[in-house]
């Protein structure tokens, strides 16, 4: 399950796609039987409750968003902000993608009898509306966004936001988690849950400092194989992953050209030689529907002679970390770095 980047002539333009994963089909019985209001469950919520009174929220579009209550019932289309919402303590009435959902992001359960809608891009918009939300979560990429205008169709309020921006990548996870806590009256919950990010970054930090590294260089990546060949996406400047890096003392080499958005590039097996000693850092979550590009990878003679194969340097990340997630897939990233480098 990967975001691709593509490159158009003249502007670095996103395109969102999924691969092989969920479906737009949804069963009758989830499109007429709208859900509960379920609250995520957990000593850490047993005691978070929503503000009352009216909302007005400004979204990543310039949008105004007016709600005369807190957002309760929540359809959530893209997983970093699925997981924000369940950070909040509140569980979305209505997710897409739900079992890509559970495969690829571990931070936070989503809990049963939550109705799946759909396609990450494309939700079954049957399903949206038949979970009866007062509120509904979407990412998008510009104004004209199809999915966007689809909703706005419907007299339901919609918040856009977007995901990510490569020229502060961790502040901006912040800001998205923060407007989604304004949206649905759970700020407090989200200041104490940026306490926590804070204060792991800083001791995860510390515990950098302390461990004897041959190097502090790295490059994070993620692979697929296409038309036969390994593609190779280094995690660059402005990805959350990179920077999560750099703050705990390390150094991103991974210099080519990134998309404007989640700071991500694409090479190939011998573009990987420009990366002198550094560490090479890849994700453990193995994408059921994907080839095994790791097993590709090693019938290379090129990249068995990487100086950080050769010396045991080329590390997996634990399964299941989000690397387009929010503060607490990003704390699983800090202890990630922490316990395969410095552990």
Known sequence: MKKTIRFAAGVAALAMTTAACGTSEVSE???GTPASTPT????????????????????DLGRTVELDQPAERVVVLEWQQVEDVLTLCLTPVGVADIEGYSTWVSAEELPEGVTDV???????????????????????????????????KYDVPVLATIGADASGPIEKMKDTFTT???????????????????TALAEGKEAMADADL?????????????????????????????????ELGLT??????????????????????????????HTGTQDPSGDDVFAELAESRVWRQL?????????????????????????????????????
């Open 29 to 31: 019985a989830d499109a």
């Open 40 to 59: 995520s469950a957990g000593d850490e919520c047993a005691d978070v409750t929503a503000e009352e009174g009216p909302v007005s929220v400004t979204d």
């Open 118 to 152: 759909g396609l990450r891009g494309e939700p079954n918009l049957d399903a949206v509306f038949s979970a009866d939300p007062d509120l509904v979560i979407t990412e998008v990429y510009a104004e004209d966004d199809p999915v966007l205008k689809k909703l706005e």
């Open 180 to 198: 989604i806590a304004e949206a649905t009256g759970r700020t407090e919950r989200a200041e104490a849950v940026l306490e926590e990010f804070d």
């Open 214 to 246: 041959p190097t502090t260089d790295f490059v994070y990546f993620d692979g697929w194989i296409d038309g036969g060949n390994v593609a190779i996406r280094p995690f660059g400047q402005g990805s959350l992953v990179g920077d999560l890096g750099e």
């Open 252 to 281: 991103n080499v991974w210099s080519g050209e990134v998309d404007e958005f989640y700071g991500l590039g694409q090479t190939d097996i011998e573009g990987m030689t420009e990366v002198g000693d550094a560490y090479l850092l």
């Open 307 to 343: 100086p950080a194969v050769q010396d045991d340097r080329f590390l997996a990340f634990p399964e299941g970390i989000w690397t387009f997630g929010g503060p607490r897939s990003s704390m699983q990233v800090i202890d990630a770095y922490v316990d395969v480098l410095a552990g």
